[in-house]
T-cell receptor
Framework: AQSVTQPDIHITVSEGASLELRCNYS??????LFWYVQSPGQGLQLLLK??????LVQGIKGFEAEFKRSQSSFNLRKPSVHWSDAAEYFC??????????FGGGTRLMVKP | DAGVIQSPRHEVTEMGQEVTLRCKPI?????LFWYRQTMMRGLELLIY????????DSGMPEDRFSAKMPNASFSTLKIQPSEPRDSAVYFC?????????????FGAGTRLSVL
């Protein structure tokens, strides 16, 4: 069965600093990978997705993620964090049945 | 497009009462999902419909939970009787079809508190 691990439960960065959120997955076939963001009291919004092709994918709000098959990773990055990026971030993998398995989430706090 | 619409946004009820959560998927989407989010267990898939038919309900915690999708534009998740441990945020999501590459669009969720 597929699984997703987000090793960091909480991360705090200063505004303007770079950000990397880690995600490791376990899936037998070629994974379809997603990053979602959840602002307080809101639903989940898709940031970006990887299906195939270029292993560096660009998303909304200046985020990008890199798929590394050898490391079973799909880390999310942003070169300069804004205060509005404070939220919880979820990595997810979908199986052939279109069912998402989410990681436990990483809560990002941004210091002024 | 209005997106996935869930109602109510907040529900407070007493243990033993019946609770019904509602979801209107995005028009034209064929797949609908119900998730539960708790601090302890994170985001869990409860049930998945494709073309109004339940495909996988292995995530439904127990017989007190039931879900229906009588038509393409409406689904309900019912808990009867409710218990304090059912307190959570329940999300509904829809996607264009049953394919693995389709993005799921989430509603804003229903925050359920069972006292």
């Amino acid at each position: 069965a597929q699984s997703v691990t987000q090793p960091d439960i909480h991360i705090t960065v200063s505004e303007g600093a770079s950000l990397e959120l880690r995600c490791n997955y376990s899936y037998g076939a070629t994974p379809y990978l997603f990053w979602y963001v959840q602002s307080p009291g809101q639903g989940l919004q898709l940031l970006l997705k990887y299906f195939s092709g270029d292993t560096l994918v660009q998303g909304i709000k200046g985020f990008e993620a890199e798929f590394k098959r050898s490391q079973s990773s799909f880390n999310l990055r942003k070169p300069s964090v804004h205060w509005s990026d404070a939220a919880e971030y979820f990595c997810a993998v979908v199986n052939a049945g279109n069912m998402l398995t989410f990681g436990g989430g990483t809560r990002l706090m941004v210091k002024p | 497009d209005a997106g996935v619409i869930q109602s109510p946004r907040h529900e407070v009820t007493e243990m033993g009462q019946e609770v019904t959560l509602r979801c209107k998927p995005i028009s034209g989407h064929n797949s609908l999902f119900w998730y539960r989010q708790t601090m302890m267990r994170g985001l869990e898939l409860l049930i998945y419909f494709n073309n109004n038919v339940p495909i996988d309900d292995s995530g439904m915690p127990e017989d007190r939970f039931s879900a229906k999708m009588p038509n393409a534009s409406f689904s309900t998740l019912k808990i009867q009787p409710s218990e304090p441990r059912d307190s959570a945020v329940y999300f509904c999501a829809s996607s264009p079809s049953g394919g693995a590459g389709n993005i799921q669009y989430f509603g804003a969720g229903t925050r359920l508190s069972v006292l």
